[in-house]
Antibody, heavy 120, light 111 residues
Framework: QITLKESGPTLVKPTQTLTLTCTFSGFSLSTSGVGVGWIRQPPGKALEWLALIYWDGDKRYSPSLRSRLTITKDTSKNQVVLTMTNMDPADTATYYC????????????WGQGTLVTVSS | QSVLTQPPSVSGAPGQRVTISCTGSSSNIGAGYDVHWYQQLPGTAPKLLIHTNNIRPSGVPDRLSGSKSGTSASLAITGLQAEDEADYYCQSYDGSLSGWVFGGGTKLTVL
């Protein structure tokens, strides 16, 4: 059974850097074809893909947010970390991590999400 | 503004059939990339409902079906039930953006 769980601060100030951790089980990010992505959802709004990292270290970023995002993995800890710089109130959202198989293009399993509020 | 376009809302009475459309472009759905659908119940994470255009994961009832043609896709729900009331999102891959794209979401109301 695949599970993912997001963790990190619930409140950050404008201009600060957000660091979120996705801790997962039921699969290994060292297995060929596996990926973990981050998706966010502002309150009452649509889903937006942010970033994804593959088992081989290949990283993909949303073009509109590329300059602010960094995604890394720690295979030994079964964790993926997303950092987002220069946070703004418009970045207030629930942030999800999700599991993807490289031969497909869908997110098979999702974490429960973590709400991050950006406010001074 | 989302790359994939969905109607903001649809509704239907119990037992009826509803469809939710998802319109893309030549860089995503029209380029041959698959379409996937997620259901999001209030206050919960999205759940995969249909993948690879028309494949239901285990546990998803056959009342739900997906289709794709050209630059569009559709999700159909027959025999509408109260438990189907949720937000539905389509998703694909965009070759020009080199990334995953979602629709704006459709709120299904069961009357």
């Amino acid at each position: 059974q695949i599970t993912l769980k997001e963790s990190g601060p619930t409140l950050v100030k404008p201009t600060q850097t957000l660091t979120l951790t996705c801790t997962f089980s039921g699969f290994s990010l060292s297995t060929s074809g596996v990926g973990v992505g981050w998706i966010r959802q502002p309150p009452g709004k649509a889903l937006e893909w942010l970033a994804l990292i593959y088992w081989d270290g290949d990283k993909r970023y949303s073009p509109s947010l590329r300059s602010r995002l960094t995604i890394t993995k720690d295979t030994s800890k079964n964790q993926v970390v997303l950092t987002m710089t220069n946070m703004d109130p418009a970045d207030t959202a629930t942030y999800y991590c999700a599991h993807l198989i490289a031969t497909t293009s869908y997110f098979e399993s999702w974490g429960q999400g973590t709400l991050v509020t950006v406010s001074s | 503004q989302s790359v994939l376009t969905q109607p903001p809302s649809v509704s239907g009475a119990p037992g009826q059939r509803v469809t939710i459309s998802c319109t893309g472009s030549s860089s995503n759905i029209g380029a041959g990339y698959d379409v996937h659908w997620y259901q999001q119940l209030p206050g919960t994470a999205p759940k995969l409902l249909i993948h690879t255009n028309n494949i239901r994961p285990s546990g998803v009832p056959d009342r739900l079906s997906g289709s794709k043609s050209g630059t569009s896709a559709s999700l159909a729900i027959t025999g509408l039930q109260a438990e189907d009331e949720a937000d539905y999102y389509c998703q694909s891959y965009d070759g020009s953006l080199s990334g995953w794209v979602f629709g704006g979401g459709t709120k299904l109301t069961v009357l």
